[in-house]
């Protein structure tokens, strides 16, 4: 539901929706079932971008900042949610100023897909196209 209220625009609700899958996700501590795994980065991933989006990037932070805590899964489809998320979060700690943090999770998108190396460069360059440069690159499924 959260899903799909997001992609109507309706972010506040989407929030709300997966702010209680986050709460029920991690009831018993962060999951290492892989299917479960998933949904708790993808639903941070969501409302990470939710927030961001309303503007609140502190909040929305909080949520990325969860995923960027793990471990890589092993999973190569978690994997792929994992790293898209790494990808935002390096985009909204670049965006509050926090570019060292930001330049060190790029390191491991770099390291997973070398083609993220340009976005590494700009970042620890200082160059302002990086942000516009990351917002054109992520995936449109959010």
């Not at 989407?14 to 999951?31: C, M, N, T, W």
Request: net charge negative; aromatic share 8%.
């Amino acid at each position: 539901m959260g899903q799909a209220l997001l992609q109507k625009g309706l972010l506040a609700e989407a929030i709300k929706y997966l702010e209680r899958a986050i709460s029920k996700l991690l009831v018993d501590g962060f999951p290492t079932e892989v299917e479960t795994l998933g949904h708790l980065i993808i639903a941070s991933q969501w409302a990470g971008a939710a927030y961001s989006q309303q503007g609140k990037i502190e909040e929305g932070l909080v949520h990325l900042e969860r995923v960027g805590k793990l471990k890589e899964p092993d999973d190569p489809k978690v994997k792929g949610h994992y790293f898209d998320t790494l990808l935002l979060l390096s985009s909204a700690l670049y965006n509050v100023g926090r570019r060292e943090e930001a330049s060190e999770y790029l390191r491991l998108l770099v390291a997973h897909n070398p083609a993220y190396s340009k976005y590494l460069e700009q970042c620890e360059n200082d160059d302002d196209s990086f942000v516009s440069d990351l917002a054109n690159s992520r995936r449109r499924d959010y």
